[in-house]
Each structure stands twice: as structure tokens, then as C-alpha cells.
């Protein structure tokens, strides 16, 4: 591609020949589909006049990383897929290679374009993971991390954590799902007319994880989703994982509306089973379906059994996420039980409470200001303050998941979430610089 290198399980020459002669190839001029849902991201960012002058190294450093993904962990497949792992890991990722490729489908620039609209080799790569994607979800609905192939050799202690052939991990995580859907739904408004979109396959995959979500509103019954596409080996009983409480259930929940989650976003295990920013966004992808399902697969019924889960676990997130904070006031809480037990605290990965606009929850305001701050304050678990040479000071919040490595640990992900989240422009200018600095002379 010139400027990019990217790995290919099959020829340039034959990929060439796949998309050549094709500048939109699955767009048809001249339509406009009208779509119902207004997209919350990127917001409009008003002219800013400032003395001072950006680090001259920002804008080096957002083309580095936006390019990042393409060239490093990208391999395109045959048969129209695409594999992309997670970077330090040699292995995909769900909810990591759909939010790897999200710059590529979020519209800016001239005239508010995707790039997947401005290239069809970059089409391609996010296509063929969709399809990628969706065998995998028909392989194994409840795994969060696959394998290229088959080839790997499973310990016995693997396999009893439900790794085999090409799971890498089966840590169930409901924002994995989420994350697929919300790269359908931004690729359909960017390229309505491709047929990846409709093929059988991601219809049946949107099906199977509805399905699992409906079930696992009631985790505490030991219900799991059943049907002729939930045919996997590890399916046909309950989700049960090694290291979760209760012999692999996890902590006791109540039934009241939202659905559970095994693990968070860092991969590591829930405290209590309704993680609140996960089911935010659960709602929101929801939304994204019931648009989806009469549109591409005239299915009806479909859009249906997701309108009544988004309003069943939007129902739950009202009566049991918000907790009186004596300092704070209401606030989110990060999980709940439904049974009065609550963490507050937050999570650099997202879905995390601080991106909560981000992903496109319609929030309280107020609610939402009093978690923000509280975030950024000493009473959440997870936030530091420090200072160094290349930085000087800082502060910002980390994540559990790295505490036995490094006990105070900021994550660049939370100043980036930060500034996507804050409507204060000079906030953002601030982190981006903070971002900047904080690569300490890398440019990473």
C-alpha cells in the first residue's frame, strides 16, 4: 500500500485484482440512506484562538498512531477476512480489534468522511473483520480472544478454563459484543450497500449474542441461551469459569433488568455481575440494532427482542447504578449487584464511567458530573497524582488489572477517554499535550 505495510496470508497481486477498477465499490451513487440515530461521536469542536502553541510533536504522534494498527497487527486473510490482534498479544481480541479499526469508520475531515469511504483497501481490512468476527462468535458466543488457527496446543489446565482450538481466552465480557455491533453499525452508515452487512453470518452472530445477553439477565437461575446456532462445545450449560466465586458463577446477583458480565474490560474478574458502564453500552448497541435489524435483514422480529432487552436493562441501570456519595452526591456506581452491594470506583478500560458519553449513553448530566469528579479525586480507588521529568505534573487514573506490576499506575487510555469526554476545550489541549510528554520522547 505505499505507505503501509500489512501482512498478507495471500498475494498483493491477488488482492489487487480484488478491488481494482472498484474506487467505492459497494456504493451506490447517488443514494442516501437516512439513518435515526445521531451518531455522538466525534462532537463538534468550536474554533479555539490560543497564545500558546501546541507541542509541535501531537500531530507526528496522532499519524504514528493512527497508522499504528494497519501496520503492525493487521493480517488480511482469504476468503474476504481479516485478523487483527491485540498488539502484545499475538491474538484477537473482539472488543480490541473493533475499537482498533473505529478511527477508521468515524467520519471527519473533508466533507465529513470515513476513511473507509475514502479507500476500499481500507474497506476491506474492516469488512473482513466484521466477517472475521462473526465466525467467532458463532464458534464461541461467551469467548472474549481467539486464535488465528487451530494450531495451538492447550494444556489440560487450559481447557479446563473452555480454551481450546481457536479460543484464546473465555473470559465472557458483555462489552465485547458491544463493541462488534457498534463497528456494523458505523460501517453500515459509512457503506450502506456492502454486502458483508448482510451476509447470513453477522445476522446470525447479532442473533446469538442478543440471545446470550437475554439469558444472562437471569445468571442467578443458571439460564443460558439455546437454539441450532448455540451448538458450540462449550455451550448447552451454564457459564461457568474457574476463579470466579461460587465454583465458577461468580458473586450472588438479583434479577432486575440488567445483564451480567463475568469479567470487565481489563479482563479481569467482576466483583459484582452488573458492570454498570457495560450495560450502558449494551444499551446503546441495542439501539444500534433495532435500526439495523428492518434495514439489512428485514427482520423485524429482531429489532423487536432488542428493543425490549434495551429497555429492560436501561430500566435496571436507572433504579440500581446511582449511589448517594457523601462527598459527591449521586454518583454512578462502577458494579452492582442488585442486592445493595455496589463498587465505586473506575476503570481505565473502556466502557469505563469516565467515557460514558463517549460510547453514547443518554446519561443524567448531573449524575454524570458528580462521577466525573469523583474519578479525578483521591476517593476513587484507582486515580494517582505524580509527577516526572518528562511529564511533570500529572494525574489521571489507572487500572486494578496492573497493580501487582505497578501499584500506581496512570493509563494513558484514561487521559485519552478523559479528553474524548470533556467538553472544555482547553481540558482537551491540556491531556493531548499531557499525552504527548507522557510518551517520553517516543512519540508512543
Known amino acids: 500500500w505505499g505507505y503501509i505495510s500489512v501482512s498478507f496470508y495471500y498475494s498483493v497481486n491477488e488482492?489487487?485484482?480484488?478491488?481494482?477498477?472498484?474506487?467505492?465499490?459497494?456504493?451506490k451513487p447517488g443514494e442516501l440512506l437516512v439513518t435515526q440515530i445521531a451518531i455522538p461521536f466525534p462532537p463538534k469542536y468550536p474554533i479555539v484562538?490560543?497564545?500558546?502553541?501546541?507541542?509541535?510533536?501531537?500531530?507526528?504522534?496522532?499519524?504514528?498512531?493512527?497508522?499504528?494498527?494497519?501496520?503492525?497487527?493487521t493480517i488480511v486473510l482469504p476468503e474476504a477476512e481479516t485478523f487483527i490482534y491485540t498488539g502484545d498479544i499475538d491474538d484477537l481480541w473482539v472488543r480490541d480489534s473493533a475499537a482498533q479499526v473505529h478511527p477508521l469508520l468515524v467520519p471527519f475531515g473533508y466533507k465529513t468522511k470515513s476513511l473507509v469511504q475514502s479507500d476500499p483497501r481500507l474497506a476491506r481490512v474492516v469488512s473482513g473483520l466484521i466477517k472475521r468476527i462473526a465466525m467467532y462468535i458463532r464458534h464461541d458466543p461467551y469467548a472474549n480472544a481467539f486464535r488465528i488457527d487451530n494450531t495451538y496446543i492447550f494444556s489440560v489446565d487450559q481447557?479446563?478454563?473452555?480454551?481450546?482450538?481457536?479460543?484464546?481466552?473465555?473470559?465472557?465480557?458483555?462489552?465485547?459484543?458491544?463493541?462488534?455491533?457498534?463497528?456494523?453499525?458505523?460501517?453500515?452508515?459509512?457503506?450502506p450497500h456492502h454486502p458483508v452487512l448482510r451476509m447470513e453470518s453477522v445476522k446470525e452472530a447479532v442473533d446469538i449474542m442478543i440471545d446470550l445477553w437475554i439469558s444472562e439477565q437471569d445468571h442467578e437461575?443458571?439460564?443460558?441461551?439455546?437454539?441450532?446456532?448455540?451448538?458450540?462445545?462449550?455451550?448447552?450449560?451454564?457459564?461457568?469459569?474457574p476463579g470466579l466465586a461460587r465454583n465458577g458463577k461468580g458473586t450472588q446477583v438479583a434479577k432486575v433488568g440488567m445483564t451480567w458480565s463475568g469479567f470487565r474490560p481489563s479482563d479481569d474478574e467482576c466483583k459484582y455481575g452488573y458492570l454498570i458502564p457495560a450495560n450502558m453500552f449494551a444499551v446503546v448497541a441495542l439501539k444500534y440494532v433495532e435500526e439495523l435489524a428492518p434495514k439489512l435483514w428485514n427482520d423485524k422480529r429482531m429489532a423487536s427482542k432488542a428493543r425490549?432487552?434495551?429497555?429492560?436493562?436501561?430500566?435496571?441501570?436507572?433504579?440500581?447504578?446511582?449511589?448517594?456519595?457523601?462527598?459527591?452526591?449521586?454518583?454512578?456506581?462502577?458494579?452492582?449487584?442488585?442486592?445493595?452491594?455496589?463498587?465505586?470506583?473506575?476503570d481505565a478500560n473502556v466502557p469505563s464511567l469516565m467515557s460514558i458519553p463517549y460510547i453514547g449513553y443518554d446519561y443524567i448530566p448531573e449524575v454524570y458530573e458528580n462521577t466525573r469528579r469523583f474519578i479525578l479525586s483521591t476517593d476513587n480507588p484507582t486515580y494517582r497524582q505524580g509527577y516526572s521529568m518528562e511529564t511533570g505534573e500529572i494525574e489521571g487514573y489507572g487500572s486494578p488489572h496492573m497493580n501487582a506490576a505497578i501499584k500506581d499506575n496512570i493509563w494513558p487510555m484514561s487521559l485519552a477517554v478523559q479528553a474524548l469526554s470533556s467538553e472544555n476545550i482547553e481540558e482537551k489541549l491540556i491531556l493531548v499535550e499531557k499525552l504527548t510528554k507522557a510518551t517520553g520522547g517516543t512519540g508512543w
Open 15 to 27: 488482492y489487487n485484482r480484488e478491488i481494482s477498477g472498484k474506487e467505492f465499490p459497494f456504493e
Open 49 to 73: 484562538n490560543r497564545s500558546q502553541k501546541l507541542n509541535q510533536h501531537i500531530l507526528a504522534m496522532c499519524e504514528r498512531t493512527l497508522w499504528h494498527t494497519l501496520k503492525t497487527t
Open 159 to 191: 481447557k479446563k478454563m473452555g480454551r481450546h482450538d481457536l479460543i484464546s481466552t473465555w473470559n465472557y465480557e458483555l462489552d465485547s459484543a458491544c463493541y462488534y455491533f457498534r463497528m456494523i453499525y458505523y460501517f453500515f452508515r459509512a457503506l
Open 221 to 241: 437461575s443458571d439460564a443460558y441461551p439455546d437454539g441450532p446456532l448455540l451448538d458450540c462445545e462449550n455451550c448447552g450449560r451454564p457459564y461457568r469459569y
Open 308 to 346: 425490549k432487552l434495551r429497555l429492560e436493562i436501561d430500566e435496571g441501570i436507572q433504579k440500581y447504578s446511582i449511589i448517594n456519595h457523601p462527598k459527591h452526591g449521586r454518583i454512578y456506581a462502577y458494579e452492582v449487584d442488585g442486592l445493595g452491594n455496589h463498587s465505586l470506583m473506575d
